[in-house]
């Protein structure tokens, strides 16, 4: 079957795929007074509707501090799913991209999930279709279906397991010591450093990550030249250049960690630079530098930052709770089919929490894998 790397920078006939439609969403830098008006009504409005607010680690600072503020959580994918299905709160306000919204609803299905903004997605999710997808699937009905948490509904219902990046390396090396061949959709670098760490047999959707896939390895290694002192840090959506230059490779949560336990006073973060906001509260007195990307400013499709994460606000939040606009609902039969495969990881990491304890370890540089 024939694989498509989408380019997001055209749109397509509705539209959807053109990050300049996103950045064109994205709301305008709130004054400080607004800023503070904003965080009081929001907190008003979370305590009104038995609501909690559930943050990525990319969305804006604001939202951020304000899950924190209101017993929400700020996390990467994993968490998210787990701490919306634990809470006790009748509704979870997800502030991130639409795939993550809907693992919420899969997992508490009893519970309204809330989005700032329901357009606000993915470059995984729109490049992963559901009906190509499984066209796929059926190719290879041999092969055991890993899917990245990044994708729609509709593509986990097609899946044995889903995956985040805290935990796909400990997945897919117990289902190759099992003797499982792998269908590994949709990131293509992230399937290909999990192939290298398990020797794995996967076959690989062919999708990327508009954000990671723009960071470069020249640029990086003169970088470093610059900041030799500096630890690398990569997330494993990044080509296998950046990677290969990596002290750690992990999840946010993972890199998170490696900056706040870390002895290195200057760190070179290669993730959306989102996850500065959290990084640099816990660890304040490091240095963060952005790993360069494909361009600069008018040229770059990112320049380090999803478009579409950049779409949630406190206002978006707010018009969310007053209206109910921006509700996550999903087909019961497609929910019920993918619940198995996030439960099925759920269960593995609750069985082997090692198995995300720790970072992966980088490369020794000039000698490889440490």
């Given at each position: 079957m024939s694989q498509v790397l989408f380019d997001y920078t055209r749109q397509n006939a509705k539209g959807q795929t053109r990050t300049d439609h996103a950045w064109a969403r994205v709301p305008a830098t709130p004054t400080p007074g607004e800023r503070a008006t904003a965080k009081a009504r929001a907190k008003a409005l979370l305590r009104q509707h038995d609501a909690v607010?559930?943050?990525?680690?990319?969305?804006?600072?604001?939202?951020?501090?304000?899950?924190?503020e209101t017993g929400g959580c700020v996390a990467d994918s994993l968490e998210m799913a787990r701490f919306g299905r634990d809470h006790a709160a009748k509704t979870l306000v997800v502030a991130g991209v639409r795939f993550m919204g809907e693992s919420a609803k899969i997992l508490s299905p009893g519970k309204r999930v809330l989005m700032p903004d329901l357009e606000a997605t993915c470059s995984l999710d729109l490049g992963c279709p559901p009906d190509e997808f499984a066209a796929f699937c059926d190719a290879h009905p041999d092969r055991k279906v890993v899917v990245?948490?990044?994708?729609?509904?509709?593509?986990?219902?097609?899946?044995?397991?889903?995956?985040?990046?805290?935990?796909?390396l400990a997945i897919v090396r117990h289902l190759h010591e099992q003797g499982q061949k792998i269908l590994w959709a949709p990131d293509k670098h992230l399937g290909r450093w999990v192939q290298e760490q398990t020797g794995a047999d996967m076959l690989m959707w062919n999708g990327?990550?508009?954000?990671?896939?723009?960071?470069?390895?020249?640029?990086?290694e003169l970088l470093r030249k610059e900041h030799p002192s500096a630890v690398v840090l990569v997330h494993p959506e990044s080509p296998k250049a950046v990677v290969d230059q990596a002290d750690v490779v992990g999840s946010t949560s993972q890199l998170l960690k490696a900056v706040v336990d870390g002895t290195a006073r200057e760190y070179i973060v290669a993730t959306d630079n989102g996850m500065f906001h959290r990084m640099q509260q816990l660890a304040p007195g490091k240095t963060l530098i952005e790993a360069p990307t494909a361009g600069k400013s008018a040229t770059c499709k990112s320049c380090a930052h999803c478009p579409w994460m950049a779409m949630n606000a406190t206002q978006g939040l707010i018009q969310a709770l007053e209206t109910g606009r921006g509700e996550i609902t999903l087909p019961e039969p497609i929910r019920a089919q993918a619940l198995g495969c996030i439960e099925r990881m759920l269960a593995f990491v609750a069985a082997n929490p090692q198995s995300i304890a720790s970072p992966q370890a980088g490369f020794v540089r000039n000698l490889g894998s440490a």
């Open positions: 607010l559930v943050a990525h680690y990319y969305v804006d600072g604001d939202l951020q501090d304000l899950a924190l990245y948490a990044n994708t729609s509904a509709a593509v986990k219902a097609r899946a044995d397991w889903m995956v985040t990046s805290s935990c796909a990327a990550c508009i954000v990671h896939d723009e960071f470069k390895g020249l640029e990086l």
